[in-house]
């Protein structure tokens, strides 16, 4: 007994363990493991499918927040059956990441052809618009015909996205199988478009969109224009809706997983880990962008507007271009029906930036959150053949063209939004060194291309028949005045004296305001805009100071 009970005490509790360890069968352990890795991968992954089985996949419901007097929620969204329901995922993709992962690589799109229109804007880019017509009406250019009178829908990409993505052709199909004509407004230079001018686009740059919309209303004056944005697209549509006011011909809008603060959205996807793997692929994507125009290497989203938009629109720093493109800041003057559709759980596109408030406090704007969707994956059934969100917005849009509240565009001048905001609004302007590195035009910089600025100057010299005949009229009716004064009787000499001192004021004033009646000229020929606010602001201030000036001399 002890001999047994002294070799039993030998060994040790460790190799007790690994004894009892070896009883194990080898299947047990790959079981366990393979629960750890399932575990880890569920959490990792933010899988939703034992929530939605628990729920007996019912699926998420839809949360709406809007102005409590809003007359867009109670006349139009409370008749989308869509955005009161519940939306249930794709059993197979109840994950945001595997939803916005097979939206990129598949998204099962429907299969058609687009009708492709090349249109230049001021500046000399090029924007490729791409069409689905609901009919077969066409005029001579093969595209629509100017009289037809079927709502007309703008969609808006997302960040180096075009029209060949899976949402937009989802999009673009829903609603031209419903009787509208669609078409998309690809980013410079994407879409298979080359750059023609040294401009790119940018997360706040609306002045391309402002001109294809001003330029679709004036060519279909009929057709009720709807607008669609999605991701950045969304971010850029809400910004010129807001810049716009109630100066716009958009009759109703959607904005989709929009980014809303860029500030928050840039701090969110360098958090975790799995974000920053979207970094790295968003990256990826406009180092590929980047490479067919200018050769830009970048190893993040954050570097990437560094080089390419910050320092070429000469700002301090990233974070103010990012401040200054969020369109959270402009959802105040939104005066279009804006439905807006965010996920809560978009990897992207974090729930943090969204505008709740502002979205409350805005009577025209409805926002419909869901809990699971991903970004703009929103997929449905269980063959992953529809997206939720496309069925909401072309609900949303259909129920406002059935309504009087349709937004309709007052009569009054266009506000200069590009001379007044700052210069990201006026998009980069960049050269190419010789290390095929991109750099700011400067003022400094020994540059051949022509700056805006200097674009003007050549034009008003080039085209300069008004602006002289303008003068040479002036000239004359100065010359016959003169004449006119000559010819009168002869006055008595205080009169004379008066006389001078008059014709030495209204000499002082001419010189005075002769700078302004030019750049006022120039302003009326350049930007077809009504001034004479301006003239008669500089007028009320310039003659005070006149008068003092000649008291004191």
Known sequence: MEAVAGGGGGESAGELLLRAAEMVPAEHYALAALAVVSVLAYGFLELHFLGDLLRGFRGGRVELTFHPASEIYHRVASKCRSLHGRYLATPWLASPHLQTLFLGISGRPPSFTYKRQLYTVHDGGTIALDWLLATDSKDSDGILSKDASAPLVVIVPGLTSDSAAAYVKHMAYSMATKG??????????????????????????????????????????????????TSIGANIVVKYLGEEGENTPVAGAASICSPWDLVVGDRFISRKLVQRFYDKALAFGLKGYAKLHQPVLSRSIREFDHHATCMVAKYETVDTYYRRCSSASYVGNVSVPLLCVNALDDPLCTREAIPWDECRANKNIVLATTPNGGHLGFFQ?????????????????????????????????????????????????????????????????????????????????????????????????????????????????????????????????????????????????????????????????????????????
């Not at 690809?186 to 790119?200: E, F, P």
């Not at 686009?201 to 279909?220: C, M, P, Q």
């Not at 001048?413 to 060194?433: A, C, G, R």
Request: aromatic share 8%; proline share 4%.
């Open 180 to 229: 509208c004509n669609t078409v998309v407004s690809n980013h410079r230079g994407l879409g298979g478009v080359s750059i023609t001018s040294d401009c790119l686009y940018n997360a706040g740059w609306t002045e391309d969109l402002r001109e294809v919309i001003n330029y679709l209303h004036h060519k279909y004056p009929k057709a009720p224009m709807l607008c669609v944005g």
């Open 381 to 553: 059934g269980l063959t992953a053949g529809r997206l939720w969100w496309v069925g909401a917005v072309s609900e949303f849009l259909f129920a406002l063209l059935d309504s009087k509240y349709m937004h309709q565009q007052k009569a009054q001048d266009h506000i200069l939004h590009s001379s007044l905001e700052s210069s990201i609004d006026k998009s980069p302007y960049v050269n190419v060194m010789e290390d095929g590195m991109i750099a700011p035009v400067t003022d400094d910089d020994p540059c051949d291309d022509v700056t805006p600025s200097d674009q003007m100057v050549n034009d008003i010299q080039q085209d300069n028949g008004d602006f002289t005949q303008q003068s040479e009229h002036t000239k004359e009716v100065d010359d016959k005045n003169i004449t006119e004064v000559n010819a009168m009787p002869s006055q008595s000499p205080e009169q004379s004296a008066e006389q001078q001192v008059e014709e030495h004021y209204v000499g002082k004033f001419h010189d005075a305001i002769a700078p302004v009646k030019r750049s006022i000229n120039q302003l009326t020929r350049y930007q077809g805009k009504s001034v004479w606010l301006l003239a008669y602001i500089a007028f009320v201030t310039s003659w005070p100071l006149l008068a003092w000036q000649d008291l004191h001399t």
